[in-house]
C-alpha cells in the first residue's frame, strides 16, 4: 500500500467478489504517520497519481476522508493536483455556481428535491470522465450521494429486459427539454439557455447547439432542445465492459417543472415513447445496486463517470455540496 494513503473501511461500502475482490468505493485517510495537511494530501496526489488512477480504474470511485480540506479554495487545490484537464459546463441541464476557480456548486435545486440517477451529462456528446464532490457543510440529515456501479445495472436490466436493452442499443434515446430565459432555482433541469450554453447571443447558442448536435426551436419565452438520437447503451474501454450511459430514469421520472413534461423528456430514438413500467423497474434496479455514504465535512469524493452513476438524496439543510467536472 501506498505511504501517503491508508485504505480503510467504511459503513455503506459494497464488496464485489470479482477477481480481483474490491471494495466499492475504495476509501483512504491519512496513512496514521503521515500529514493530514492539505499541503502534503496535494503533494501526496501528485507524487501517488499511478496508485491512484489504477485504484479508480478497479473500483470506479474513490472517497478521500480525514484530510484537511475545509474551503472551495482547498477543494479547488486538490482538483488541480490530479492535473485533469477541466471540462466547461455546456449543454448540462443543473441550475450551478461558479464558487472559485474550477469549483462549481453542485445542483442549487431545493432541499426537499431528490435528484434520480445519471451519468453527468449523458443527454449530449460531451461529457466528463471524471467528477469531484465535496462536503463543505455536512447536511443536517439525508443528503446523501448515492452512487451505483454502471455495468452492474446494464447486466440487470440485459438479463431482465432483453428484448428492450436491445431497442435502446439500437436505436438510442431522444431527450427533449424546455428551456426559460433564465435560470429557474426551482427547479432540478432550470438552467435557462442563456447559461446552458454561456451566451444572451441566441446565434451563438444556435452554433454552440449544433456543435453538440442539438436542434434548437425558438418560441417567444424559451427553447425546446432536442437531443439525439444519442447511445443509451456505452462500451467503456479503458474497463472491456458495457455500462448504462444515460439519463433515461433521470428524466423520465424527475426532468418535472413548470415547463417539462418528464413522459415526454426522453423516448426511443425512433420517437416511440418509453415504456413506463420498465422504467420504474430500472429505478428500482438502481436502488437495490446503489450505496449511499452519509457525507462528513472535509470528504472529497472522485467518481470516475464512465463507471458509476450518480444521484442525490433530499435533505435538511444546512448541506453545501461543492463540485468540479474534469474531461
Known amino acids: 500500500m501506498s505511504s501517503s494513503f491508508k485504505e480503510i473501511q467504511i459503513q455503506h461500502q459494497k464488496h464485489y467478489s470479482n477477481i480481483p475482490s474490491f471494495p466499492f468505493p475504495s476509501a483512504l485517510s491519512p496513512n496514521p504517520f503521515s500529514s493530514s495537511t492539505l499541503s502534503f494530501f496535494t503533494d501526496s496526489i501528485i507524487a501517488q497519481k499511478p496508485f491512484l488512477d489504477s485504484l479508480l480504474l478497479k473500483t470506479g470511485a474513490i472517497l478521500f476522508r480525514g484530510f484537511d480540506v475545509n474551503t472551495a479554495k482547498d477543494f479547488n487545490d486538490v482538483v488541480e493536483a490530479f492535473g485533469f484537464e477541466e471540462l466547461p459546463y455546456v449543454g448540462g441541464a443543473a441550475p450551478r455556481t461558479n464558487v472559485v476557480g474550477r469549483v462549481f456548486t453542485a445542483n442549487e435545486s431545493p432541499p426537499d428535491q431528490k435528484i434520480p440517477f445519471h451519468h453527468e451529462m ?190 442525490r438524496r433530499s435533505f435538511n439543510p444546512p448541506r453545501r455540496v461543492l463540485a468540479s467536472l474534469c474531461k
Open 122 to 311: 449523458a443527454q449530449v456528446p460531451e461529457f466528463p470522465s471524471k467528477l469531484f464532490f465535496f462536503c463543505e457543510v455536512e447536511p443536517g440529515s439525508g443528503g446523501e450521494t448515492p452512487i451505483v456501479l454502471s455495468h452492474v445495472v446494464y447486466e440487470r436490466m440485459k438479463e431482465r429486459y432483453p428484448d428492450f436493452v436491445e431497442k435502446i442499443e439500437e436505436h438510442g434515446l431522444i431527450y427533449t427539454r424546455v428551456l426559460g430565459e433564465e435560470d429557474d432555482p426551482s427547479s432540478p433541469i432550470g438552467r435557462g439557455w442563456k447559461s446552458t450554453f454561456l451566451t444572451n447571443d441566441k446565434s451563438v447558442a444556435e452554433q454552440r447547439a449544433a456543435k453538440l448536435g442539438m436542434t434548437l426551436e425558438w418560441f417567444e419565452d424559451g427553447v425546446k432542445t432536442i437531443m439525439g438520437p444519442i447511445p443509451a447503451i456505452k462500451y467503456d474501454k479503458s474497463r472491456n465492459r458495457k455500462i448504462w450511459f444515460n439519463s433515461m430514469v433521470a428524466a423520465y421520472t424527475g426532468w418535472k417543472d413548470a415547463r417539462n413534461d418528464p413522459v415526454k423528456a426522453v423516448t426511443f430514438g425512433d420517437g416511440e415513447p418509453l415504456p413506463g413500467d420498465i422504467i420504474y423497474d430500472c429505478l428500482k434496479i438502481l436502488e437495490e445496486e446503489s450505496l449511499a455514504i452519509p457525507w462528513q465535512k472535509g470528504d472529497v469524493l472522485l467518481i470516475d463517470n464512465w463507471a458509476v452513476l450518480h444521484a
